[in-house]
Nanobody, 124 residues
């Protein structure tokens, strides 16, 4: 059974930084792309960032490009998201997800497994 467990969320002032982690277990982590998605109250789930199985390529939503960085450590079965220059509009529940293939999609329907999410709140 695949499990994804996020950590690192919290409350931060605008302009601040947070680092999210997502620890995976249950199948060969290095075989699959990983993604981060977020959902704010009353809004649709949206793609944030994704990374290929090897970490060789990364993809970002325009709204976070240049501020967020996704990385992975296949020796630790963990994917990270460094979030800098946070804005109040970044406030949401952030979830990591494991894709069904080595190359990620921006479409959340493609992802097989999801974490429970971690709350990020950015105050103005």
């Amino acid at each position: 059974q695949v499990q994804l467990v996020e950590s690192g969320g919290g409350l931060v002032q605008a302009g601040g930084s947070l680092r999210l982690s997502c620890a995976a277990s249950g199948r060969t982590f290095s075989n699959y792309a990983m993604g981060w998605f977020r959902q704010a109250p009353g809004k649709e789930r949206e793609f944030v960032a994704a990374i290929t199985w090897s970490g060789g390529a990364t993809y970002y939503a325009d709204s976070v490009k240049g501020r967020f960085t996704i990385t992975r450590d296949n020796t630790k079965n963990t994917v990270y998201q460094q979030m800098n220059s946070l804005k109040p509009e970044d406030t949401a529940v952030y979830c990591c997800a494991e894709d069904s293939s080595r190359f990620p999609s921006r479409d959340y329907h493609r992802y097989d497994y999801w974490g429970q999410g971690t709350q990020v709140t950015v105050s103005s």
